[in-house]
Nanobody, 122 residues
Framework: QVQLVESGGGLVQAGGSLRLSCAAS????????MGWFRQAPGKEREFVAA????????YYADSVKGRFTISRDNAKNTVYLQMNSLKPEDTAVYYC???????????????WGQGTQVTVSS
């Protein structure tokens, strides 16, 4: 069982930066690949980024490639999403999730956090 708690969301102007954190409970965190997803009002949940259990592999949605960076610290049971050059279209609730192997489909993820709101003003 893995419990996930996101933090770090907020209101930022376009062009600004935020760093999201996702703290995990449970001794098996380091055995899970982690992902970040987002969901804007009226839209489906979409993939943002994923990282392997070791942190050695990462994968990004085209819409955030070059602007967002996913990382993890297994000693702290935490995964991060550094978001730079934010745009109004990045506004959404951001969720972290865990699954045994890396993937971009939300259906493969076993555990989800409650989400944190990110709002980017123009």
């Amino acid at each position: 069982q893995v419990q996930l708690v996101e933090s770090g969301g907020g209101l930022v102007q376009a062009g600004g930066s935020l760093r999201l954190s996702c703290a995990a409970s449970g001794r098996t965190f380091s055995s899970y690949a982690m992902g970040w997803f987002r969901q804007a009002p009226g839209k489906e949940r979409e993939f943002v980024a994923a990282i392997s259990w070791s942190g050695g592999s990462t994968y990004y949605a085209d819409s955030v490639k070059g602007r967002f960076t996913i990382s993890r610290d297994n000693a702290k049971n935490t995964v991060y999403l550094q978001m730079n050059s934010l745009k109004p279209e990045d506004t959404a609730v951001y969720y972290c999730a865990a699954r045994p192997t890396m993937g971009s489909s939300p259906f493969g993820y076993d555990y989800w956090g409650q989400g944190t709101q990110v709002t980017v003003s123009s």
